[in-house]
């Protein structure tokens, strides 16, 4: 049975690196395309009628979160920390898309981020406890 156990964990900790990778990356792409003003992300800040100045401040929360996601790799309590972080700002990307009554496929990606922080979040949780401790 232990072994069946060992297996387990091995895989699990696999699925985390690939996903924490996976996110860091992704935050890290759109947090630049934010904070360097791309075409892309000022058009959609437009739409959602938000500041330009709250890109910014967006991009910079989610080349954060990434940081945090990288420095993780060596403490995974900061990677629960960085998943916490990322998942709430996505939270709010969501609220965004919804108050701006964007159909739900604009809302979509969001929430996926959202879902996969959270779950960052939970596979490294009692590593974030006990940097609490």
Same mark, same amino acid.
């Given at each position: 049975?232990?072994?069946?156990?060992?297996?387990?964990?091995?895989?699990?900790?696999?699925?985390?690196?690939?996903?924490?990778?996976?996110?860091?990356?992704?935050?890290?792409?759109?947090?630049?395309?934010?904070?360097?003003?791309?075409?892309?992300?000022?058009?959609?800040?437009?739409?959602?009628?938000?500041?330009?100045?709250? %890109?910014?401040?967006?991009?910079?929360? =989610?080349? #954060?979160? $990434?940081?945090? /996601?990288? &420095?993780?790799?060596?403490?995974?309590?900061?990677?629960?920390?960085a998943g916490l972080w990322l998942a709430i700002t996505?939270?709010?990307?969501?609220?965004?898309?919804? %108050?701006?009554?964007?159909?739900?496929? =604009?809302? #979509?990606? $969001?929430?996926? /981020?959202? &879902?996969?922080?959270?779950?960052?979040?939970i596979f490294n949780l009692s590593d974030m406890l006990?940097?609490?401790?």
């Amino acid at each position: 049975m232990k072994k069946k156990q060992y297996i387990g964990g091995i895989i699990l900790l696999i699925i985390s690196i690939i996903l924490q990778s996976l996110l860091a990356l992704v935050f890290l792409l759109t947090g630049f395309m934010k904070v360097s003003g791309n075409k892309q992300q000022v058009e959609t800040f437009e739409h959602l009628n938000l500041p330009q100045w709250f %890109r910014v401040i967006t991009g910079l929360v =989610q080349l #954060i979160g $990434a940081t945090g /996601l990288i &420095i993780g790799f060596w403490n995974p309590g900061v990677t629960a920390l960085a998943g916490l972080w990322l998942a709430i700002t996505m939270l709010g990307g969501v609220m965004t898309h919804i %108050r701006a009554k964007d159909s739900i496929t =604009q809302a #979509i990606p $969001a929430f996926i /981020l959202a &879902i996969l922080a959270t779950i960052i979040t939970i596979f490294n949780l009692s590593d974030m406890l006990n940097l609490f401790s």
